[in-house]
Each structure stands twice: as structure tokens, then as C-alpha cells.
């Protein structure tokens, strides 16, 4: 096959922020004249879950040709009946065995396995479109191997930008791949800015993240050392998995999205500002030199940012529930309390400190998540092994993803025995 028609060009201008320059340019992608074809890492997931809802009301415009998923098979063999793809991968030959007796009849599609499965199914031939939806430092080979293979890639996977955002760079702009924001915030900056983004940059005086604030908006500080798992996961406007119902609980979810937004748009951080709107109506801002409000607001649905992906450039209709404003009667938005929820301030410190500190940020974060969410960690333990895991990484230089992973590795390790003295 030969590539998708597609074109990123980075932006001339000299940027000397730690973000680099950005992904989103001058971007388009023409229409291939026939139905897309999609290859989705996360499958069973709460996006790819979504994701097949959207594909699934444009059967005529949508061909599925890879699903990956973990360890749900149950879940994975009811997509794979129901879309036939050529093509799946699960994490383990054991579960592969297992995917394979709960196919129906006469389906026999190649199953992949483990992360290099997850890389030949983001890179195969047969895709136009990757959307890369595992969670965590988990997506980020996937994800390059679908960038370096230049394909369209709808990235809801915020953590391959946190883990090595050059290098995802480096590789677009020599495949020619398109990446299309699927995370809400930068779906809503994208689509301010109409698509084609950064032609329109140097009128950006600053953009704006909206947050809702998570569960614990109002919470006091002493009620935020009693949280448990079961209330951080009850998010009260988004629907989604655990971790970043935790990342929301926490602020760190939008932590990541500031340094998401640094690297896509190449601002410095100074530029990107974060305010707290708990109807999650008003997706995000852009703030433009004449004062101009730019907002995307739409349902709290996270179909509308996927189905943005998948037609672009086109739109798709889509039955999300309607906002009715009157109903809402109104939209209210205050600043963060950052000094109880110092995950934000903590993001924002790792991405002035360089890129490897994003990486200890990301991977003390996976790792005090998942042990709060095993109760072997407070809630406010959170940031503190955040903390403990910046201040003790000096710094080094990632020049491959070998390297970043092999530091994701480290760090996880310091973070578990930093937990176990505790
Ligand atoms: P989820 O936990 O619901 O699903 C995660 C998916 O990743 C599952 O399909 C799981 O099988 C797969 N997975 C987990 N570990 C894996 C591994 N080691 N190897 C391969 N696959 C693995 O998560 P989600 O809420 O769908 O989030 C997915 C990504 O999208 C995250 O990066 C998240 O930050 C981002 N995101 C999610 C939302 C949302 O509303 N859910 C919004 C914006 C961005
Ligand atoms: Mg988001």
C-alpha cells in the first residue's frame, strides 16, 4: 500500500522552550476516496470502547483491520465477532490461546502478541488511521511505530508525548505522519483553531486547559488524606479507566496535558494556563493576541474529540447527547487549588527541567497510582513519591526509546522501593 497522502510540516520558527517545536502545522490529509481503515490499540479500553460506538455509526465510511487489547479477551472476541478484523494482539501467548477458542467459526484471524505485536499492528500496511488508546508508558512503542510507519494517528495516549515528545517529533517529520489530538483539551484547541493550526500561532497569546476539578474540587485538605480508591474513581462528569480517573482525582491529568499541549503546539509552558470548570461544557481555550476567546464546548462525551479524528478533515454526524445551555443555566470556572493538588505544579517543574524529568514524572506517577489503587498508598502519598522521584533523577540525555524506557524502568523500581520504606 503505499502511505496515506499526508503532510506535517514542522514550523520554521526558532523555538527555544524545552517543548521544542510543535507537532500540529499546517496539516492536511486528503480523502482517500474509500472507507478509512482503522487499526485501534486499546480496544477494550474506555476510548476504544467509544471509538467503535463512532465507527460503528459510519459503517459505510470505516474499515476495522486491528484491534489490540490486554488482557480482556471476553471483551476483545465480542469486538472482533462483531467488526471481523483481519488482525488482532493481546499481551501474552496465554491469552492469545484463549482469544483464539472464543472467535466464532470460520473467523481466524492473525493474532499478534506482547508489545512487538502491538508495533506490527500499528505499522501494518493495511491501516490509513491508528488510534492509540493504552494507557500508560505501555503505548509508546506502539505509538512510534505507527508514527515512523507515517500514519494517521488519533492519540488519546497523552503519555508518549510526556515520554519522549522529540522523539515522536523526529519521527512525524520524517514519515510524513499526522497526529490528531484525541485527548478533550487539545481536541478543543485543534478544533478552535480550525484544524490547520499553527499558520494561525503567533496570533496564540496563550492557551487555556479546563479542568473539572475531579472529585475532590471542594474537598479540604484533611478530607483529601482519607480518600479511597472507590471515591477517586468516581469521577463526576467523565466516564473513563481507572488510571486517569485517578490522574483526575489528583490534577496530575492535567498536568500531563500541559506538557501534552507544550509539545503539540511547541509553546513554553508560561503560555499554557489551567482553569477549573466543573461542568466540562467548555472543552479548552485559545486565547489570541486582540483579546479573542476561542472555546470548543461540547458534551462531556468523548466520542465528539474521536469522531473529530476519524472524519478529519471531514465531520461526522454523531448521537451524542445535545448540550441544552438553558438547562445548564450556567458555566462557572475558578483557579486550581494547586497547593492541594500539587501533582500540577510538579508536572510543570518536570517540564522545565527537561525531558528525562518528564519521564520520572510519568513513571513515579504509574506506579504511585497503581499501588494507591492496590490501598498500599495514600492518596496524598501520590504526589510525594512524585516528588521524591524528581528530586532524586539529575538528569540525562534519551536519545532513543530504548533509553526512555530503560529510565521508566529505573524509576519505577526507585518509586517501589521509596513506597516500601514508607
Ligand atoms: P482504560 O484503562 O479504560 O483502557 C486501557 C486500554 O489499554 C485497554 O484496552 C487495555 O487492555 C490496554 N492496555 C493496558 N495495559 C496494556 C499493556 N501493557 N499493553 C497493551 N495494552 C494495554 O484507559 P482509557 O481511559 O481508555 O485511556 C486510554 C488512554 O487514553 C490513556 O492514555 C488516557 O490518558 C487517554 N485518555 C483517556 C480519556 C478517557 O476519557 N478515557 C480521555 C483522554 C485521554
Ligand atoms: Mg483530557
Known sequence: MTPTPAVLSVPARPVSDPCGPGYISSLTVADAGRPRR????????????????????????????????????????????????????????????????????????????????????????EADLVVSAIVGAAGLLPTLAAVAAGKIVALANKESLVLAGDLIRTAAAGSGAVILPVDSEHNALFQALGGAALPDLPLVERLVLTASGGPFRATSRAGLEAVTPAMALNHPNWSMGPKISVDSATLMNKGLEVIEACRLYGLPVAQVDVVVHPQSIVHSLVQLHDGSLLAHL??????????????????????????????????????????????????????????SHTVALNAANEVAVDLFLKERLAFMDIPAAIAAALDAHSGETLADADAVMDLDVRVRREVADWARAR
Open 298 to 355: 461540547g458534551p462531556p462525551d468523548m466520542r465528539v474529540a474521536i469522531a473529530y479524528c476519524l472524519g478529519y478533515p471531514r465531520r461526522l454526524s454523531l448521537s451524542v447527547p445535545r448540550v441544552d445551555l438553558v438547562k445548564l443555566a450556567s458555566l462557572t470556572f475558578e483557579a486550581p487549588r494547586e497547593e492541594d493538588f500539587p501533582c500540577l505544579g510538579l508536572a510543570r517543574q518536570a517540564l522545565g527541567s527537561g525531558a
Open 38 to 125: 482503522l487499526v485501534l490499540l486499546g480496544a477494550t479500553g474506555s476510548i476504544g470502547v467509544s471509538t467503535l460506538k463512532v465507527a460503528a455509526e459510519h459503517p459505510e465510511s470505516y474499515r476495522i483491520v486491528g484491534l489490540a487489547g490486554a488482557v480482556n479477551v471476553t471483551l476483545l472476541a465480542e469486538q472482533a465477532a462483531a467488526f471481523r478484523p483481519p488482525v488482532l494482539a493481546v499481551l501474552t501467548g496465554e491469552r492469545a490461546a484463549a482469544l483464539a477458542r472464543l472467535l466464532p467459526a470460520g473467523y481466524r484471524p492473525d493474532i499478534l502478541v506482547g508489545p512487538a505485536g502491538y508495533a506490527a499492528m500499528a505499522a501494518m500496511a
